[in-house]
């Protein structure tokens, strides 16, 4: 979901003016052991600066891991109204503060300490990269006196610190005074919420986080995301090219979803009569049984063959990389009309007209310039290929994997969100399961649906949350148990136990005969979730919708522990 941001220009009241220039009073705290000295006051430090700000661009919810130098702003958080969600492990924080931009659309705040804090953040940052999830990522650095790269011997010291970051974030911002935090993280904000969406790095030392704050309370910011806008000429080739073609297709990726624009893309097809097909990260953004619907099925030849078939191929929000090419086999031999907000993606893969823009505003444009079309045979063309797909799968003795899938979409509630780590029926999910889901298929790291699914949980309490590992997947997320625990979230762990990466088992074995490095020992997943409070059940593939169910009606979190060794339907790009 989005939001207008134009909500985020606040203007100080009376109130919040007096506030700003008679700060409330707060008891001494104690210099952290280790620590930057700073005499007790009984005023503000530059950590209230940060979360000030945050609080002043509309955040709520934060999430994070303390450490020695970010003590400043975490010591700021309580006196703060915000919520406050501490994990385990810093690459499961941002996992969960991934999700909860995904699920908001808003910057979700991701507060972390220096060095080896900041960098346990790296792979999910680049999973948030990939996926355009926003994510406002503040470290604390050393001391401004150890900044330079020199080697002056201070914990968690970097020659460089953001360097790790920039080939990774969208954009990095520093500090290094109290008067440029307002600003710096509202830049950051501003940048993650411009499309295309992204994560973003703002890095502060310990010591302007710590020293006494001088400045006012900030109250108003502006932090306005910009519009990304198509050139008109180009829309209207664009709208001339679809008009007058005889077998437009659609191919709808993660950009329409992260832009609110499902709706557009729904008229768009049926003024035009064409089919659609979304990509693994643009599940949801067209109705699963929608009679121009060719669903997800973007590693089938069959779809491949249908798409290349198109005379105008309207490709929007979709670099067209690996996964949603049928790994670079699809050659179209149509025209190309390819609308992405990532300029880097723009005419990346394949020659086409490109128009960089969001996906809503140029589905907008479009709308308001295609003539109307009919076409008898769209919908019959669908139904052939789908059928073709059913047709192959039956001949591959899949049907215990369909069953599984199909029990776990019966289990959950329609409106639940599910996250998916990477397992064999995470790969099933992204062709078969009908309508949206969030996994990790942008950068393809382990442990991302358990900790991703505690940030939506934190975004929405009030509904269930599903999460899908494999045994490998799971031991990446094993300490976020307790925190699942600790804050009572609503989230089904589902664990596939086959004993080992079976996806990586299954590509050894077809590749080279045998696999290597696969087998895993792990522990008795019951008792452990019990072992932190967590109640857990093992169940099998005749009882799993039932098991499973039960325990996403169930209050507080829960584990789902299915033993089984589920098979891949054969690749078609090899």
Do not use: C
């Amino acid at each position: 979901m989005t939001h207008d941001h134009h909500d985020l220009v606040l203007r100080p009241t009376p109130r919040q003016v007096e506030a700003a220039l008679n700060p409330p009073a707060r008891r001494p705290a104690a210099t952290p052991q280790g620590s930057a000295t700073r005499p007790a006051s009984t005023g503000r430090i530059g950590g209230d600066l940060v979360v000030e700000t945050l609080r002043g661009l509309g955040a709520t919810t934060v999430f994070g891991l303390p450490g020695q130098h970010a003590l400043g702003m975490f010591d700021a958080l309580r006196r703060s109204s915000m919520t406050y969600v501490g994990l385990r492990v810093e690459n499961n924080a941002a996992f969960a503060a991934d999700a909860y931009g995904r699920v908001t659309g808003e910057a979700a705040p991701l507060l972390l300490s220096t060095g080896p804090g900041a960098l346990m953040s790296l792979a999910a940052l680049q999973e948030a990269a990939a996926a355009s999830a926003p994510v406002l990522a503040i470290a604390s650095q050393v001391p401004t006196a150890g900044l330079g790269g020199g080697r002056h011997g201070y914990l968690h010291e970097l020659r460089d610190q953001q360097g790790s970051f920039r080939d990774v974030v969208k954009s990095v911002h520093t500090v290094r005074a109290q008067s440029q935090i307002p600003s710096a993280i509202a830049a950051a904000w501003e940048s993650a919420l411009t499309a295309p969406h992204g994560p973003v790095w703002v890095e502060i030392p310990q010591d302007v986080l710590l020293a006494e704050a001088s400045l006012p309370v900030v109250t108003a910011v502006d932090a306005t995301p910009h519009d990304l806008v198509p050139r008109p000429e180009l829309t209207a080739v664009a709208a001339d090219l679809l008009t007058n073609a005889a077998r437009p297709v659609i191919i709808a990726g993660g950009g329409v979803v992260r832009s609110d624009a499902s709706g557009k893309l729904r008229a768009l097809a049926e003024k035009l009569d064409a089919p659609v097909v979304t990509t693994f990260g643009g599940k949801g953004a067209f109705p699963w049984e929608h009679p121009l619907s060719l669903q997800s099925w973007m590693e089938d030849r069959h779809t491949t063959d249908f798409l290349e078939d198109a005379d105008v191929l309207l490709v929007v929000g979709s670099g067209l990389g690996e996964l949603s090419s049928n790994y670079h086999t699809f050659r179209p031999r149509g025209r190309v009309i390819q609308i992405e907000a990532d300029l880097g993606k723009l005419e990346s893969n394949h020659p086409a007209l490109g128009i960089h823009a969001d996906a809503r505003t140029a589905l907008s444009a479009l709308l308001e310039t295609v003539g109307e079309r009919t076409d008898p045979a769209a919908a019959e063309s669908v139904r052939t290929v789908l059928a073709k797909v059913r047709e192959r799968l039956a001949g591959q003795d899949l049907e215990a994997e369909q069953r599984i899938l199909a029990q776990v979409r019966a289990a959950l509630p329609a409106d639940a969100p599910s996250f998916w780590d990477m397992t064999i029926l995470a790969y099933w999910a992204w062709s078969a399961w009908p309508g949206a889901l969030h996994s990790a298929q942008g950068a393809g790291g382990l442990g991302y649906a358990f900790p991703a699914a505690i940030g939506a949980a934190a975004a929405d309490p009030t509904r269930p949350v599903l999460a899908v590992s494999g045994d490998g997947g799971a031991m990446y997320s094993i300490a976020e148990l307790a925190t699942a625990k600790q804050y009572g979230a609503p989230v089904t762990w589902l664990i596939v136990d086959d004993g080992g990466y079976g996806i990586l088992r299954e590509y050894m074995t077809d590749a080279f005969g045998e696999a290597t490095a696969t087998e895993l020992a792990r522990p008795d997943f019951v008792a452990l979730a019990e072992s932190f409070g967590v109640p857990a059940v093992r169940t099998s593939a005749e009882s799993l919708q039932e098991d499973l169910g039960k325990a996403l009606a169930a209050p507080g979190p829960s584990v789902v522990v299915l033993p089984a060794v589920l098979k891949m339907f054969a690749p078609t790009h090899l």
